[in-house]
């Protein structure tokens, strides 16, 4: 077949609902419905500092990043990111298999399976593009740990990824993609170039995306335990026996709203972070607590700004529900729990009355679908501008039970069968 003629089959396939292109070789086609459904992602963002990877760390190098899934399957892909990249991103190999122990680099050797683009080995990534890799043949149960291995030649011009992993990834000198054991391999807990796992699954199979802050990205969690309050969402969906809901974490450390942090604001990453995850029916959104609490420890907190944040908050809930709506996708609005006893942000009366005002709003204003009421599960019956001190942390980021409580916290019929009021599930 020639190249135009395999672009234009690609092209009609795209068009197709439901159409998955099999690569030549692979096993026989999906069964009818079958779509594609984010079962891990994360969010991306441009590592500085202390969280960007060494150049010299990424030549002829192959970086191995674990991920636990929350679905199962037979048949996934890779999803690629080169989303803040200034020059095209030259990925030389890649692999995925299942891991054998958390904190470990070596994997089942059974499993390994390479990673193609086009049928080829490498791929080149433009900047600002993320890529998906070929089907791959891996059967894998939800809650499995994953491990994709790439090979580099260079560093990116300018790195992508996420450094709130909390899981522990591996570095290795040269191409050993397709090496199970790696004797010796450097360790750090951050990811690179990695957006998503997507897997095949049956037409009412769909997935939830939690965008949000610091609280959602689990921080305080240690690596490789899996303790966010994601985590517990999608251990909780599997012991009620739901396999067809995934779970997607695409919280950002010092995520705001409305303004730029470690990462950019959440109106600005919408599309990309929830909309773009395949087989998305649901955002359970929980932010402002970092806008509420910059704009104070900045100084910026004077009436008239306290009253435009809240409104600016207001109207940016309601431009990220609209275009939500637009896509047929849920969204549920998550309370901000209590940040009184934070030593960071040492917040005042005034602060507490625009965070219950704004909380006030998501429960009552009626523009989200539903309500995740995290301030009531964590709250302080005693002190409620205070987490519960079994629930705590820091004064502002919950503890392990913390967390816990939180995916408690989460009605498991809103994630089921909740209908947008575009009409569509």
């Known amino acids: 077949m020639s190249?135009?003629?395999?672009?234009?089959?690609?092209?009609?396939?795209?068009?197709?609902?439901?159409?998955?292109?099999?690569?030549?070789?692979?096993?026989?086609?999906?069964?009818?419905?079958?779509?594609?459904?984010?079962?891990?992602?994360s969010a991306q963002l441009v590592p500085e500092g202390q969280n960007e990877l060494p150049a010299a760390q990424w030549r002829d190098a192959s970086l191995r990043q674990v991920v636990r899934v929350s679905l199962g399957g037979s048949r996934l892909r890779v999803r690629l990111s080169n989303a803040f990249g200034t020059a095209p991103l030259v990925v030389d190999a890649g692999s995925i298999a299942l891991a054998t122990l958390p904190g470990k680099p070596d994997v089942d050797a059974a499993s390994l399976r390479p990673l193609r683009f086009g049928g080829a080995a490498a791929v080149t990534i433009p900047a600002?593009?993320?890529?998906?890799s070929d089907p791959v043949e891996l059967a894998h149960a939800a809650g499995s740990d994953l491990a994709i291995s790439l090979h580099f030649t260079d560093a990116p011009a300018r790195q992508t990824g996420h450094p709130g992993a909390r899981a522990t990834s591996f570095r290795v000198a040269g191409n050993q993609v397709h090496v199970a054991v790696w004797p010796g391999a450097e360790a750090f807990t951050r990811w690179y170039q990695i957006a998503g796992?997507?897997?095949?699954?049956?037409?009412?199979?769909?997935?939830?995306?939690?965008?949000?802050?610091?609280?959602?990205?689990?921080?305080?969690?240690?690596?490789?335990?899996?303790?966010r309050w994601t985590d517990g969402l999608a251990a909780r969906l599997r012991a009620a026996g739901v396999t067809d809901v995934g779970v997607v974490n695409a919280g950002i450390g010092g995520g705001r709203m409305l303004r730029d942090g470690l990462g950019p604001n959440l109106v600005s990453r919408f599309d990309r972070d929830v909309l773009a995850r395949p087989g998305v029916s649901h955002a359970i959104?929980?932010?402002?607590?970092n806008d509420f609490g910059v704009q104070h420890r900045n100084k910026e907190d004077s009436p008239a700004e306290r009253a435009r944040l809240l409104v600016d908050l207001e109207e940016a809930y309601r431009q990220v529900v609209a275009r939500a709506h637009a896509q047929g996708v849920c969204v549920l609005g998550a309370t901000i729990t209590p940040y009184g006893g934070s030593g960071y942000y040492a917040p005042g009366p005034d602060n507490e009355a625009d965070r219950l005002a704004y909380n006030a709003w998501i429960r009552r204003a009626g523009v989200v679908d539903g309500v995740v009421d995290f301030?009531?599960?964590?709250?302080?019956?005693?002190?409620?501008?205070?987490?519960?001190?079994?629930?705590?942390?820091?004064?502002?980021?919950?503890?392990p039970a913390g967390y816990r409580a939180m995916a408690d916290?989460?009605?498991?019929?809103?994630?089921?069968?909740?209908?947008?009021?575009?009409?569509n599930p």
């Open 3 to 41: 190249r135009q003629s395999i672009l234009a089959a690609g092209l009609l396939c795209a068009a197709l609902a439901g159409c998955v292109s099999t690569p030549s070789g692979a096993a026989s086609g999906p069964p009818a419905g079958a779509h594609w459904v984010a079962s891990w992602g």
């Open 128 to 132: 600002g593009a993320e890529y998906v």
């Open 197 to 227: 796992v997507e897997v095949l699954a049956d037409s009412g199979t769909h997935a939830v995306v939690a965008i949000g802050d610091s609280i959602t990205d689990g921080y305080g969690v240690q690596p490789d335990t899996y303790a």
């Open 285 to 289: 959104v929980m932010i402002g607590v």
């Open 375 to 399: 301030d009531a599960a964590l709250r302080d019956p005693a002190r409620p501008d205070h987490l519960r001190q079994a629930l705590d942390n820091d004064g502002l980021h919950p503890s």
């Open 409 to 423: 916290a989460v009605p498991l019929d809103l994630l089921k069968t909740c209908h947008s009021p575009s009409g």
